[in-house]
């Protein structure tokens, strides 16, 4: 791709960033509901499942990258895909996981949209779910409280779990730095 056509795809993706996700609300539910995804898994999770912020982040981590490594990887003969499966994907992957996790957390987070797709009790998810107990036990705090912090535990076992692997990729970059 040309330069230039480059710098153009970069600043219309960057258009896109300041969007307020309440303002693709209506849209993303007459797509969902035509295609007859309302109250189905894929109907929650289609339209979630590519974002401007993620293919940004992952460009800068692609784009970070030591240039000599590439260089050494194609002298030993790596072609494209060599080079992207075995040199700049696993220099990638700490990102890529930090990544994941950061989607994770925001759809964990998420009350609007499975709330506005979601009609059976089957195919809420836990924050409308918590919602509900909420209204459902108003005056019994305890039971609340308890089902709160159900719902911490996911999202703190899987940073933890990913913690190891995020740190690793500041540690290590595999190029030996010129001064």
Not at 4 to 26: E, S, T
Not at 93 to 102: K, S
Not at 120 to 137: E, F, G, K, N
Request: hydrophobic letters at 55%; proline letters at 6%.
């Amino acid at each position: 791709m040309v330069g230039g056509q480059r710098r153009r795809d970069h600043k219309v993706a960057n258009l896109g960033m300041p969007l307020p996700a309440i303002l693709l609300l209506i849209p993303r539910y007459l797509m969902i509901h035509a295609l007859g995804w309302a109250d189905t898994y894929p109907g929650l999770v289609s339209t979630e499942l590519v974002s401007i912020w993620g293919i940004l982040f992952l460009r800068q981590a692609f784009v970070m990258l030591p240039r000599d490594v590439e260089d050494a990887a194609r002298l030993d003969g790596a072609g494209e895909w060599t080079l992207f499966w075995r040199v700049a994907l696993p220099l990638v992957r700490p990102a890529a996981l930090a990544l994941a996790v950061l989607a994770f957390l925001d759809q964990w987070r998420n009350f609007l949209w499975p709330l506005v797709i979601t009609s059976s009790p089957t195919m809420q998810v836990a924050d409308v779910a918590l919602a509900r107990v909420h209204t459902a036990y108003a005056d019994n705090v305890p039971y609340q409280m308890a089902a709160a912090v159900l719902l911490t535990v996911p999202v703190f076992l899987v940073c933890v779990c990913a913690l190891r692997y995020m740190m690793s990729g500041t540690c290590f970059t595999g190029a030996r730095v010129r001064l």
